[in-house]
């Protein structure tokens, strides 16, 4: 069993959509996944790190498998470092998402050691013109990806 600890932005279940998925177009990655999906950001996609944190620990103290986060920010936090450095001390693997900085570096926590980035591929396979450059561990499609949405469709 695979318990996932899933940060998106609002309304973007897409991942989670990915993994779990039961359908005829998508087929689930991960059988039967427990997916645990906490809404860090406001309505508008934006959030303190101080909510990230407490995730990340509310991750920790209840066994997580994994944590993906599909947001970053531009800039080092300390706490976010620390929770993301206690979270992989205790054997949690961490993904993150590098960001969509048309080129410039790569969002943090995604940027940490301990955090396995995540880019996107167009259609023909190629680094996509928003993704970050930098430290990126694997790439995979991420335009025009079908998940599932809330309302049972894709």
Same mark, same amino acid.
């Given at each position: ?11 973007? =279940? ?19 996944? %427990? %997916? ?11 959030? +303190? %790190? ?42 949690? %693997?961490?993904?993150?998402?590098? =960001? ?17 980035? +995540? ?33 049972? =469709?894709?």
């Amino acid at each position: 069993m695979l318990l996932v600890f899933s940060f998106s932005t609002p309304g973007n =279940g897409a991942v989670a959509g990915i993994i779990a998925a039961k359908g005829e177009v998508i087929k689930d990655v991960v059988n039967k996944p %427990i %997916i645990y999906d906490v809404k860090v950001l406001n309505k508008k996609g934006e959030g +303190k %790190i101080e909510s990230v944190v407490d995730g990340i620990n509310w991750s920790i103290k209840n066994n997580v498998d994994v944590i993906n986060i599909s947001f970053g920010f531009s800039s080092d936090r300390e706490g976010l470092k620390k929770a993301i450095n206690k979270a992989y001390d205790n054997g949690i %693997i961490i993904i993150a998402a590098s =960001g969509n900085t048309m080129g410039l570096s790569v969002d943090h926590p995604a940027n940490y050691e301990n955090v396995l980035s +995540k880019s996107l591929l167009n259609e023909d396979l190629q680094i996509d013109t928003y993704a970050a450059t930098g430290k990126i561990d694997y790439s995979a499609p991420g335009v025009d990806v079908y998940s599932t949405d809330q309302d049972g =469709g894709y």
